[in-house]
């Protein structure tokens, strides 16, 4: 898929497009991935801003005192719940490459009055600016398929976590081939389709990156509509799918899962 575009290409659109966002609009997704009850555990702009593909903190099994980075933060909602559940002898890292994203982290944690368990840092999920193995468990939403070069990014998490450390991470994969008119789309790969792997290749790359008893839980279908619901998704790249996907692959253009590992003991 990434030689339809090039790394650079690919990081800028995902950048670009990120900044761009005019406003949340995360609520209809995060009202089908969240509880009530988890909802109600974080500020209201941490929930508009959420742009996430599942809930990876509900299946992480944070433990209080434990240590969590929370890789590509955005507007900060599992920062909030991880804050919440590894208590005040707990840390949560956020780390997110758009400063803005950052700062929208930094206000929720702040009203949620967990801040003083968080922090959050300006960086590419490729080049973590965090020591070896500082890290208990590694979580993350809807970001690994942003990255053009995810085995890299995979390489990162593995170093941050401690030996036998968590990765419990929310992601999209695509098992279909998707036309080269979708691939090529930055709204598509903006929106976690385009950049999506497949399962197998996931697991590939997750055995090479220094990770190991992988698992592969809460398959949830991602049909056209709702991809639809995301604010990246724009009406031109919406009706060019609609027009050459076939209908049973509109049905599912991607799906959502948990994916569970651990750094390799050594
Ligand atoms: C789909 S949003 C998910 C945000 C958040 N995890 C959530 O669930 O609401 C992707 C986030 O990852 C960030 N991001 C994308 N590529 C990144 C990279 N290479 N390194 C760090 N952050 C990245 C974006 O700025 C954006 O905030």
């Known amino acids: 898929m990434t030689d339809l575009m090039f790394q650079d290409q690919i990081h800028d659109l995902v950048r670009t497009a990120y900044r761009r966002i005019p406003s949340g609009a995360g609520r209809a997704m995060a009202a089908r991935l969240y509880t009530e009850d988890e909802l109600a555990l974080v500020p209201e702009a941490a929930v508009d801003w959420s742009l996430g593909v599942g809930n990876p903190v509900r299946h992480a ?30 840390r949560v890292v956020g780390v ?58 995979l ?13 419990c991470v929310s992601d999209l994969t695509v098992d279909q081939e998707l036309p080269p ?50 604010p990246l998704f724009t009406t031109e790249v919406l009706e060019l799918m609609r027009r050459l996907l076939p209908e049973d692959a509109r049905d599912e253009i991607a799906t959502s899962l948990i994916v569970h590992a651990r750094r390799r003991r050594d």
Not at 156 to 167: D, I, K, Q, T
């Open 181 to 230: 008119e979708v691939l090529s789309s930055g709204a598509a790969w903006a929106g976690c389709v385009a950049g999506a792997l497949s399962e197998d290749v996931f697991r590939r790359k997750l055995a090479r990156s220094g990770l190991e008893d992988v698992q592969m839980a809460q398959r949830i279908p991602f049909s056209l509509d709702d991809v639809a619901l995301y």
């Open 155 to 167: 390489t990162e998490a593995a170093r941050v976590l401690r030996p036998g450390g968590r990765f």
């Open 61 to 90: 099994g944070l433990a209080r005192g434990e240590v969590v980075v929370d890789l590509g933060c955005g507007g900060g909602i599992d920062t909030v719940l991880a804050a919440r559940q590894v208590g005040p002898t707990g």
């Open 96 to 153: 997110d490459m758009l400063e803005t994203m950052c700062e929208r982290t930094r206000a929720a944690v702040e009203e949620a009055g967990v801040a003083d368990r968080c922090e959050v840092v300006q960086g590419e999920m490729e080049d973590l600016p965090l020591p070896d193995g500082c890290a208990d468990v590694v979580v993350s939403n809807g970001v690994v398929n942003l990255s053009p070069r995810k085995s890299r990014a």
